[in-house]
């Protein structure tokens, strides 16, 4: 009988530690993840890439497998969350190709290189404050306090948000990271509705009278004559914010956790600060040890099998992206010292492969290489105050990230 692999079991204190366990099993692995059920996953980092570039054999969309989108289909739904159900991860073949190359071209208009002295100014003027607090007696968050806000400024200056609008815009986005309960996604609604609202104004003020941001390159792209319609506006905006943070936010947060309480921490630092081209490498690392996103989720194709799992068309199967990443024969957990410096084979999954290859790569390199650039140079003057244990890990099953980064003034 095949070992049933709990991708919920211990993944508050790690969540990594299934998908360890999960690539021990063989190339595919049962596994039962919380509100998602059982299913097959994909663990190794051929099978992945094979699967996720090819739509021959996977897809996302139900509707290319003779399924309804049961959202859209419900025309009492919200119009935000029927909108919801127009972006790229939902199309596959020729519609989702429409797609992307719009929004390509939208992006290819914003330079993430030019964003540098910006962002730079932003981590800086997050510490600043975080070091005032801290310098009277306070314990501050440092997900909530730098993780979190660094990346919203960045991707409210990138889609050019008005300086008089960042707040509400930060507050809606920092909304929409449910922790994956059915109370967290209910509670999170309101958000989405006020901020869906919010853009339908944008969008009608940007072509009135074009301001320069991501937002404006979205509302003029066009090919061959085809435009985003109003829902697929709505709905590339909201991932994109969605996708533009929330796992920035995670990556960021192990970097710090890492730099604060590993044990080649105050050399790591160092490096930031002295050594060009340290960086890069070192939030390499951390992808392959803390991918934000653990999972991914696709249905077959068609009857098949793969891997040595006999699939259904239109079944159900995860491609395990941090098992993947990970090394059978060499598991490390996920407290372990970092090694940038250790060799890695070629294909990092951290981004996904194929079609769906996240079109933000560059811009969550640059945010997060520069924020923990800037943190080393103030660590010294932090502490971790856990208390017993380490670091709690929280979101949604696949995508979790450290929930909290209490620091005291060292």
Same mark, same amino acid.
């Given at each position: 009988?095949?070992? +049933? ?43 992945c ?28 739904a919200?119009?935000a ?6 972006s790229?991860?939902t199309?596959?073949?020729?519609a ?17 290189e ?18 005032g ?12 306090a730098?993780?979190?806000?660094f ?6 200056? +990138? ?25 967290s ?6 958000n ?17 009278d074009p ?13 061959e ?10 709905? !590339? ?10 796992? !920035? ?21 160092r ?10 490498r ?8 803390f991918?934000p ?18 699939l ?40 996904g492969a ?16 520069i ?11 932090m ?21 909290a ?6």
């Amino acid at each position: 009988m095949t070992e +049933l692999i709990d991708l919920g079991r211990g993944a508050d204190e790690d969540p990594f530690a299934p998908y360890r366990a999960a690539a021990r099993v063989g190339p595919m692995a049962r596994v039962k993840a919380p509100l998602l059920g059982t299913h097959w996953m994909v663990t190794r980092a051929e099978g992945c890439q094979a699967g996720l570039k090819d739509q021959g054999l996977f897809v996302r969309a139900p509707v290319s497998v003779g399924r309804s989108n049961a959202i859209a289909l419900l025309d009492w739904a919200p119009r935000a969350i029927r909108a919801l159900t127009q972006s790229m991860l939902t199309r596959d073949g020729e519609a989702h190709r429409r797609l992307r190359s719009l929004v390509d071209q939208a992006f290819a208009k914003r330079s993430v290189e030019a964003l540098r002295p910006e962002a730079a100014a932003a981590a800086r003027s997050l510490l600043d404050g975080i070091e005032g607090r801290l310098a009277d007696g306070g314990v501050e968050d440092l997900v909530r306090a730098y993780a979190r806000p660094f990346p919203l400024t960045i991707i409210a200056e +990138l889609m050019g948000v008005a300086g008089a609008e960042r707040a509400r815009f930060a507050r809606w986005a920092d909304a929409l990271t449910p922790s994956g309960s059915l109370w967290s996604v209910l509670s999170a609604l309101p958000n989405l509705f006020q901020l869906t609202a919010w853009l339908r104004r944008e969008f009608a003020a940007r072509r009135a009278d074009p301001r320069a941001g991501l937002i404006t390159d979205l509302v003029a792209a066009e090919a061959e004559g085809d435009r985003l319609t109003a829902a697929e506006l709505e709905a !590339t905006v909201v991932l994109l914010l969605f996708a533009g943070h929330v796992t !920035t936010t995670h990556l960021i947060s192990a970097g710090v956790w890492r730099l604060l309480e590993d044990a080649e921490g105050p050399a790591l630092r160092r490096r930031l600060a002295e050594e060009p081209g340290f960086a890069a490498r070192f939030v390499d690392a951390l992808l392959w040890r803390f991918p934000p996103i653990q999972l991914t989720v696709a249905l077959s194709a068609q009857d098949q099998t793969f891997e040595g799992a006999r699939l259904a068309r239109g079944e159900t199967v995860l491609f395990g992206l941090a098992a993947a990443l990970s090394d059978p024969e060499r598991p490390e957990p996920v407290s372990a010292p970092l090694d940038p410096d250790a060799p890695r084979p070629a294909g990092l999954l951290a981004f996904g492969a194929g079609p769906h290859f996240c079109l933000g790569r560059a811009l969550a390199l640059l945010e997060a290489e520069i924020a923990l650039t800037q943190f080393a140079e103030r660590a010294a003057a932090m502490r971790l105050d856990f208390g017993d244990g380490g670091p709690r890990w929280s979101g949604k099953t696949g995508a979790k990230g450290i929930a909290a980064l209490p620091v005291r003034r060292a």
